[in-house]
């Protein structure tokens, strides 16, 4: 897969004040007409699949680039490259999460300007990523049935920032304790404007509303 | 179930050296014959559902005392002291990990002299959590089938402190995309020293492997 997509080393900030930098990364983006969606979760909830499956299905209308975060590997890039998307590999050198400069050595090496929708997948942890503003315009997480319906409880900053939350996996609903409105409940407990969207990001079951979503999104950001 | 465990907020750690912390703390635990066992993952694997079924095997064999932390909430702390031991509730006030510090004060809660087998049950992350040393005997983590047999590729550190590996619910192998060789072979990469014992915690299955390494250990260090 070599060349099809940029390894970029991302530094910690040198910036105290990330807000401030978040503040000025989402006014620029606003001129440029890039919207730039956060997604965030814990490890192997689904993120690369359901970006996988909403890339496929948007790319047609959509100029699509992604910034794939991890600690390490190129696991993901290799996957996203593959679809005929701009990718760009974040390696954070064992930072747990990224600020709102790393976001813009990311998106420097994604063209931005060539893009209307570029997504960060931030590294996979319901801690550390909810307290760094990146500069995003809309912040979205995945919640998987197998990680359990208490999980706004115990990660209350994550559900608070984010704008929606998808809660993946519901093939599996059989086979786990989850009680879907329980955690509709946790959730509104933690964020009741938070939108919340049942998928499954292997068969497709509910990404429609999700598309919707992103896309009606992406549209009023470039007006 | 007010009154039956303790909530402490512990404070971030004020020492520059956590590495010498730890290795004073574990030469206490040496002293006391208190055997420490610092418990990691990912939210959602399955640590306190696994933790429960492990007290309930030993509870009459060994002395055993439980610390939950948390970003916030007591959920675990409620579910552990049902069980009859000792538990604490330690609260990180948004700290991501533990360090030996903050164990400390956490072990302080737990009137640690009289138990022989105190486990911490760190925040649900796989990044943070792994670069601080908490002065415990061994590190375990859980990984659970659905999160994905790649986790090793992508959260390194983690894979090569833990001692030892438990890939729980098994019992959902049929209905993930999960390859439990190549999981062995990736954690091997990362450490080829780990025990990996795969179990259900939810039924009990590969439990016994489990309990007879732990009771290994706790012997071991109180000798």
């Known amino acids: 897969m070599e ?7 991302v530094k910690q900030s040198v910036f105290a004040d990330n807000d401030r930098q978040a503040e000025e990364l989402r006014k620029e983006l606003k001129q440029k007409k890039v919207f730039l969606l956060n997604l ?18 948007l ?9 794939e975060a991890d ?20 390696h954070t050198g064992g930072m747990c999460h990224l600020d709102a400069d790393m976001t813009r050595q990311g998106l420097s090496g994604l ?21 760094f503003d990146t ?3 809309k912040n979205a997480m995945i919640l998987s049935v197998p990680e359990g319906d208490d999980k706004p409880l115990k ?5 608070s920032v984010c704008d ?4 993946n996996k519901t093939d599996v609903l059989p086979y786990f304790d989850f009680d879907m409105d329980k955690c509709r409940e946790n959730i509104a407990l933690r964020n009741p404007d938070a939108k919340v969207i049942p998928i499954c990001a292997r068969t497709g079951e509910g990404m429609e509303d999700w598309y919707a979503w992103l896309k009606e999104e992406v549209k009023k950001w470039a007006e």
């Open 111 to 131: 063209e931005d300007g060539d893009v209307e929708l570029a997504v960060l997948e931030n590294v996979g942890n319901l801690v550390c990523p909810a307290e």
């Open 3 to 9: 060349g099809k997509y940029k390894v970029l080393e």
């Open 71 to 90: 600690i390490d590997s190129e696991v993901d890039a290799e996957t996203i490259s593959g679809l005929g998307v701009k990718a760009v590999q974040l």
């Open 155 to 159: 990660y209350p900053l994550m559900f």
């Open 40 to 57: 965030m979760s814990s490890p192997g909830s689904g993120k690369t699949t359901a970006l996988t499956r909403t890339i496929e299905a």
């Open 135 to 137: 500069g995003a315009v």
């Open 164 to 167: 929606v939350v998808l809660i």
């Open 59 to 67: 790319k047609d209308e959509l100029r699509i680039g992604v910034m």
